[in-house]
């Protein structure tokens, strides 16, 4: 019953670890040998750092490579999703449950293959919410529709803009009064469409 109790004990402590493990391989993008998870985590034999390698394995957090390494699946990218909207508005009642997960990668780049990231430089977005050092995740293609926030090559310089049109034709609108649109002179073509955007506060 004593041992029963312990193996419980650090079961309920699964999240914990998982969470310990994340933030030891956002450092280091790799995931501890069981040496080093037992003194990560506290444990003192080797057992209990095998049980919950099985215990992560078992709910699909981690896995084992053909070399026999650790290693993170997709899951152990997961972050847990707040059941309650955040309002801009007036404040709501406080509720700290928590339904659901998903990963950050796999929400914003539904097509890895053709995402790129472009660090943003510079103001002439910034109306559209687009501010300098902002990264743009934009997914490659030729074509885009007008409205759409479009890496182009314009005279064979990069921007991004918004795409726009009128009677003179194509042209590239930036999003702060301060600018001018962008009437190409020799050449338009479209790199990609923005599909998101990440921004770190410090």
């Known amino acids: 019953m004593f041992q029963t109790g312990i193996v419980m004990a650090h079961q309920n402590r699964d999240q914990e670890y998982l969470g310990k493990l994340q933030d030891y391989f956002s450092q280091y993008?790799?995931?501890?040998?069981?040496?080093?998870?037992g003194n990560l985590?506290?444990?003192?034999?080797?057992?209990?750092?095998?049980?919950?390698?099985?215990?992560?394995?078992?709910?699909?957090?981690?896995e084992m490579t053909p070399d026999k390494r650790l290693a993170p699946t997709k899951r152990f990218f997961e972050r847990e999703l707040a059941d309650f909207p955040v309002p801009a508005g007036l404040p709501a009642a406080a509720n700290d449950a928590m339904s659901e997960s998903l990963t950050i990668d796999e929400y914003l780049i539904?097509?890895?293959?053709?995402?790129?990231?472009?660090?943003?430089?510079g103001d002439s977005m910034?109306?559209?919410?687009?501010?300098?050092g902002d990264i743009a995740i934009v997914e490659k293609r030729h074509a885009a529709s007008l409205g759409d926030k479009v890496i182009a090559i314009v005279d064979g310089e990069y921007t991004l803009k918004t795409l726009a049109?009128?009677?003179q034709g194509f042209l590239l609108q930036p999003e702060n009064a301060d600018y001018a649109?962008?009437?190409?002179?020799?050449g338009l073509e479209i790199y990609g469409v923005m599909v998101g955007l990440i921004r770190k506060y410090r």
Not at 127 to 132: P, Q, S, T, W
């Open 181 to 186: 649109p962008i009437r190409p002179q020799e």
């Open 29 to 37: 993008r790799n995931l501890p040998s069981y040496a080093v998870i």
């Open 110 to 121: 539904p097509r890895p293959s053709s995402t790129v990231l472009v660090k943003v430089k």
């Open 126 to 132: 910034i109306e559209a919410g687009i501010h300098d």
């Open 165 to 167: 049109k009128d009677k």
């Open 41 to 62: 985590l506290g444990m003192a034999s080797k057992s209990a750092v095998s049980a919950l390698v099985k215990r992560l394995t078992l709910a699909g957090y981690i």
